[in-house]
């Protein structure tokens, strides 16, 4: 089945400075490669999604890029803020019978040292 | 504003019993997951259903099952909880492939 590998498990960056999380999957019918934020003690949510025909997508300070001949995609934030602390999931869709699931990677947590 | 809930924040069984966990959703989505949570290994997908009375596994089914009798609830079953059971327990809704996540059920088996 579908497997969704997340590095680092752990990141401290500066403040301003930027922060880089990557994520490989293994089917190479996923189509679909969204990114969620959790944090502390609240729900995940969908901050960027990116669809296998897009190599990159932007949204103000973060991006997302693809790679789907490597079955790599990547979250860029820049200029970190402290508020960008919290734990970051990868996932990749497949779709399966009459539904699509959702496998999300190991999380990264993301630390933003003032 | 999609709106998900669970029936409980907090909850504390005894091994061997038999626990229910409860979502609701408030926007006829046609998809719902149930998902256990762990540090170090992220979300991990237990059941999920693409329509009332239809159940799919995921990844992690074994000593779990689910029940989806109307559109907007879908239950969680542990039928004899175990202390390996202890977790955080996430349930979602989709629409056009963004999952809504409710608020998360902390199950402690003792």
């Known amino acids: 089945g579908e497997n969704v590998e997340q590095h680092p498990s752990t990141l401290s960056v500066q403040e301003g400075d930027s922060a880089v999380i990557k994520c490989t999957y293994s089917?190479?019918?996923?189509?679909?490669f969204p990114w969620y934020k959790q944090e502390l003690g609240k729900r995940p949510q969908l901050i960027i999604d990116?669809?296998?025909?897009?190599g990159e997508k932007k949204d103000q300070r973060i991006a997302v890029t693809l790679n789907k001949t490597a079955k790599h995609f990547s979250l860029h934030i820049t200029e970190t803020q402290p508020e960008d602390s919290a734990v970051y999931f990868c996932?990749?869709?497949?779709?399966?019978?009459?539904?699509?699931?959702?496998?999300f990677g190991s999380g990264t947590r993301l630390s933003i040292r003032p | 504003d999609v709106k998900v809930t669970q029936s409980s924040r907090y909850l504390v069984k005894r091994t061997g019993e038999k626990v229910f966990l409860e979502c609701v959703q408030d926007?006829?989505?046609?998809?719902m997951f149930w998902y256990r949570q762990d540090p170090g290994l992220g979300l991990r997908l237990i059941y999920f259903?693409?329509?009332?009375?239809?159940?799919e596994k995921g990844d992690i089914p074994e000593g779990y099952s689910v029940s989806r009798e109307k559109k907007e609830r879908f239950s969680l079953i542990l039928e004899s909880a175990s202390t390996n059971q202890t977790s955080m327990y996430l349930c979602?809704?989709?629409?056009?492939?963004?999952?809504?996540f409710g608020p998360g059920t902390r199950l402690t088996v003792t």
């Open positions: 979602a809704s989709s629409f056009n492939f963004e999952q809504y």
């Open positions: 089917d190479s019918a996923s189509n679909y």
């Open positions: 990116i669809r296998s025909n897009v």
């Open positions: 996932a990749a869709s497949i779709q399966y019978s009459s539904a699509s699931k959702i496998i």
């Open positions: 926007m006829d989505h046609e998809n």
């Open positions: 259903s693409y329509d009332v009375k239809m159940k």
